[in-house]
């Protein structure tokens, strides 16, 4: 199990990221109209911004700062995932004129535990913590983050220099 806060509460996930240099976890995530299935693609880099839920301030700005960045990104796709409902991602995401990631729900998907970031206690248990994975072109993890404390973003450079 890892780590991060919720305030002062320490919260426990049920693992730990994947790791780098891993094959990533395959993933079937819902899309924003209930039908199409967000999966890993193979063949394109791929960004994992991995949030508790869009309704709240630092997780919005995440996907607010992805979307600016992707729209810089060549041969790499950012996914947005959380547990929200899609109808939620798809009325921040139209609100906001958010176009460059795609969003995907985690809440028909094995997803959190997969990738190891589903909280087990405190007021957010059952979402999924604020982590970033990076996915190279042939599947491989190349870098990970589980944010030390949910308030907290995570480290934008970072994650886009793995991207090579």
Excluded at 37 to 44: A, E, K, Q, Y
Excluded at 127 to 138: G, K, M, P, S
Excluded at 147 to 157: K, L, W
Aim: hydrophobic residues 45%; aromatic residues 6%.
């Amino acid at each position: 199990m890892a780590t991060t806060l919720l305030g002062d509460t320490t919260v426990l996930t049920v693992g730990e990221l994947p790791a780098v240099g891993s094959p990533a976890p395959a993933f079937t995530l819902t899309g924003a109209d209930l039908r199409d299935d967000v999966t890993l693609s193979t063949g394109t880099r791929t960004v994992l911004n991995i949030f508790p839920s869009v309704d709240t301030g630092v997780c919005a700005a995440s996907v607010r700062r992805f979307n600016e960045l992707a729209a810089g990104l060549e041969n790499a796709t950012v996914v947005c995932v959380s547990a929200d409902l899609p109808f939620a991602l798809g009325r921040f995401c139209g609100a906001e004129g958010i176009e460059n990631v795609v969003t995907a729900s985690s809440f028909r998907s094995s997803f959190g535990y997969d990738y190891g970031v589903r909280m087990e206690n405190g007021g957010f248990a059952g979402l999924l913590a604020r982590a970033v994975v990076v996915i190279d072109a042939d599947g491989t993890v190349t870098h990970t983050e589980l944010v030390p404390a949910i308030g907290q973003e995570p480290d934008y450079d970072t994650a886009v220099a793995a991207l090579g």
